[in-house]
């Protein structure tokens, strides 16, 4: 494990860099912009890292997921969770930068996206780097990246229904989790629901 967090933190800034292209995509599912263009950035991404990658559409009009696999030395199977849409920017005179243009401040970067949930996406595949540069992945690594989850994943399921096959894993990891106040990292078993607040 040392090797992989060393080859890391000796790449921190190629991964900032590509981080910031990816949230200069301004993909807000509820108006539909460039949707099409991040999910082919995600899959050509993919691609290059060995992973068998494609853009399928959502039904009824959803926006498209990209689903990907490559093999590892088990026959076991995970697979991610993610979402490259990402909410409306409004109000913008509460951005102290644009949105859409990833800015670091004080060593941390703002951007629509950053850390819900571009972050997590980029931070997996420079993981997926890390492995490949230290011999393999352990095991199959699939993906699943949707471009709906930000207004509540409406057509998800049926597309669930549709690539069952595509989908099937041992293991499943979200998008996201947490740290409790002691440091402690947090697993979510569930959600359910959205809020909206004003």
Same mark, same amino acid.
């Not at 009824?60 to 026959?75: I, M, R």
């Not at 393999?136 to 990246?145: A, D, E, M, R, W």
């Not at 990292?185 to 569930?190: E, K, N, S, V």
């Given at each position: 494990? $040392?090797?992989? +967090? *060393?080859?890391?933190? $000796?790449?921190l800034d190629d991964a900032l860099r590509e981080l910031q292209e990816l949230c200069?995509?301004?993909?807000?599912?509820? *108006?539909?912009e460039s949707i099409e263009e991040t999910a082919a950035w995600l899959a050509d991404r993919l691609i290059s890292l060995g992973f068998d990658a494609q853009v399928l559409p959502k039904p009824?009009?959803?926006?498209?997921?990209? /689903?990907?696999?490559?093999?590892?030395?088990?026959?076991r199977t995970i697979l991610f969770y993610d979402h490259y849409d990402v909410q409306p920017e409004e109000p913008l005179e509460e951005w102290?930068?644009?949105?859409?243009?990833?800015? /670091? *401040?004080?060593?941390? /970067?703002?951007a629509r996206g950053a850390s819900d949930n571009k972050g997590n996406i980029v931070a997996r595949l420079w993981a997926i780097r890390a492995w490949q540069q230290a011999g393999?992945?352990?095991?199959?690594?699939? +993906?699943?990246?949707e471009g709906d989850e930000e207004i509540g994943s409406p057509h998800m $399921? $049926? +597309? #669930?229904?549709?690539?069952?096959?595509l989908l099937r894993a041992d293991a499943c990891l979200w998008e996201g989790?947490? #740290?409790?106040?002691?440091?402690?990292?947090?697993?979510? /078993?569930?959600v359910k629901g959205l809020l909206y607040v004003e």
């Open positions: 494990m $040392e090797d992989l +967090f *060393r080859y890391l933190d $000796e790449r200069s995509l301004p993909s807000v599912s509820a *108006r539909g009824e009009g959803g926006h498209p997921v990209v /689903l990907a696999v490559a093999p590892g030395a088990s026959p102290s930068s644009p949105p859409f243009r990833p800015t /670091l *401040r004080a060593g941390r /970067l703002y393999g992945l352990p095991c199959t690594v699939k +993906f699943c990246i $399921e $049926e +597309f #669930v229904a549709r690539h069952r096959d989790g947490g #740290v409790t106040w002691d440091g402690r990292p947090q697993l979510t /078993l569930g």
